[in-house]
Every structure is written in structure tokens, then in C-alpha cells.
């Protein structure tokens, strides 16, 4: 019997699959038709690795394990792929409901302060120092509850933080010599970031992107050439790259309004 069953199974016939599997599979297919990873086996991995965890968490256990647990599956779920694809606005949607979950049968659902502000520490964790202001200004009082609006917003502007800190980091290193570089240089470099945020108007959302935009290479480059010729009579001791990161992250944090 179980020879034919075997026999059918390679001649065509489909393989039962347990209850659920199958939309397990198909709802996995979506999220790379959606995120459309650069690796896609590795994207899947990670995945059905977040899946595990959150069906673990539906057991009982101490809530703020759980919180922790609830906070790193949505973490996650915010990598599946970056800010400014389609796919990050339903990611962040599912983000906010798992956050939202109730961690235990007494508790109402509903996203608290706390478990928000815990979320954008995580996001900003690798820009380091420089992020503790931002995150004063977005954070909620711990009992508060977070309202999508708030939640996404405060998620996107994290995202862009980091994203304005990588490329002020870029635009170092293009002008550094062993670690440092011309302190006139810096300077001139910090009043083209703080001018492109002017023109924005905002630090928040896509307004940041638009900021971007209006460091065209062109702009950059009279900007230097003009720091260069003064650079010649310089006499103040070079610029690192820690102390260029500490000047330019508060650009970004002074135009983002506080949420309490």
C-alpha cells in the first residue's frame, strides 16, 4: 500500500500536505512577490524563523518575555525590506498588530507607549549616541496608547535617521585622509546637509528623501572646491569621523517635532 502511495506520488499525483501548510507556503510566496529580496532563500529563512517564534509566543510566559518577543518579530517584520518600497507600508501595518496583540487573556489589545518606544531603540540601535534625542522627541508615555498614525510615523522617521546618518558617514569618507579630515571641509559639508533640510521643511517621512535629492553632485562639488581653497590657510587640528557624526545627527533631530 504504502509502495503505490509512493508510486503515485512520483507519477503526477499532488502530495497531501498537512492542515494549513499549504497556506503557510503560499502566504511565504507572497511575502517575496511583495519584498522581492536579493536573496530570496535566505529572505524565506528568516522568515519561517520569525513564524516560529510568534507561534511560541501564543504560549503562557512572563509578559515582558513575551513583550520582547512581540518586539523582535516586528522588528523584523520592518527588514523584510526598505522604507521606500510599496511592501514597508503593509509591513509596518502587520509590525503594529503584532505589537498590538495582548500578551495575556486580562490585557486589551492595543499598542502601549513602552512596548513603542522599546521598538524605536531597536531600529536606532545602530546609530548609537546620536539617536537618544530622537527617540525623546518620538517616544509616548509609557501607559499611552499608540495610535497607528503615530506608530508609523515615528517607525518611518527612525528609518530615514538612519539613512541620513549612512550618507553624512559617505560624505566623510570622501573627503577624509586616514580617519580625519579638514575641519573647513566638515564644516562646509554640514552647511550643505543643514541647507537640504531647510528646503524640506521636515525630518519626517518622505520629506527627508526629497532633502536628499537636493544634494545633487554638481551642488557638492562647487561646495568643496570653495572649502578647498580656504582650506590652504587652515590652522584648527582635523575633524574624526565620531565628532562629524555628533554635528550632523542634530540636523536631522532639531526638525522633528516632539510627539509628548
Not at 496583540?101 to 518606544?117: A, H
Not at 539617536?131 to 517616544?139: P, Y
Not at 518622505?206 to 537636493?214: D, E
Amino acid at each position: 500500500m504504502a509502495a503505490a502511495t509512493v508510486s503515485g506520488w512520483v507519477h503526477g499525483a499532488e502530495l497531501p500536505l498537512p492542515d494549513g501548510l499549504s497556506f503557510t507556503l503560499r502566504e511565504a510566496l507572497l511575502k517575496v512577490l511583495e519584498n522581492r529580496p536579493e536573496d530570496p532563500v535566505s529572505f524565506l529563512g528568516e522568515y519561517f524563523q520569525n513564524l516560529a517564534v510568534a507561534s511560541e509566543g501564543t504560549a503562557e510566559k512572563p509578559v515582558p518575555r513575551q513583550q520582547e518577543e512581540q518586539i523582535s518579530s516586528a522588528f523584523k517584520q520592518l527588514l523584510l525590506c526598505h522604507y521606500s518600497r510599496p511592501a514597508f507600508s503593509r509591513n509596518t501595518a502587520l509590525a503594529f498588530q503584532m505589537l498590538s496583540y495582548p500578551t495575556n487573556k486580562r490585557k486589551k489589545p492595543g499598542l502601549k507607549g513602552r512596548v513603542y518606544t522599546e521598538l524605536l531603540r531597536q531600529i536606532c540601535g545602530s546609530a548609537g549616541t546620536p539617536s537618544c534625542s530622537l527617540i525623546q522627541k518620538l517616544r509616548c508615555w509609557d501607559h499611552e496608547a499608540v495610535p497607528f498614525s503615530i506608530f508609523r510615523h515615528g517607525v518611518l522617521t527612525c528609518f530615514v535617521f538612519l539613512d541620513f546618518v549612512k550618507i553624512s558617514g559617505r560624505l566623510f569618507e570622501v573627503v577624509a585622509e586616514s580617519g580625519e579630515a579638514s575641519r573647513t571641509v566638515c564644516q562646509a559639508l554640514l552647511e550643505a546637509l543643514q541647507d537640504a533640510l531647510s528646503v524640506s521643511g521636515s525630518a519626517s517621512g518622505n520629506g527627508c528623501l526629497g532633502a536628499a535629492s537636493k544634494l545633487s553632485p554638481d551642488q557638492l562639488g562647487m561646495t568643496m572646491e570653495q572649502a578647498m581653497r580656504l582650506r590652504r590657510n587652515e590652522t584648527t587640528p582635523p575633524m574624526t569621523q565620531e565628532e562629524f557624526t555628533q554635528l550632523t545627527a542634530p540636523l536631522f533631530i532639531q526638525r522633528v517635532k516632539p510627539m509628548c
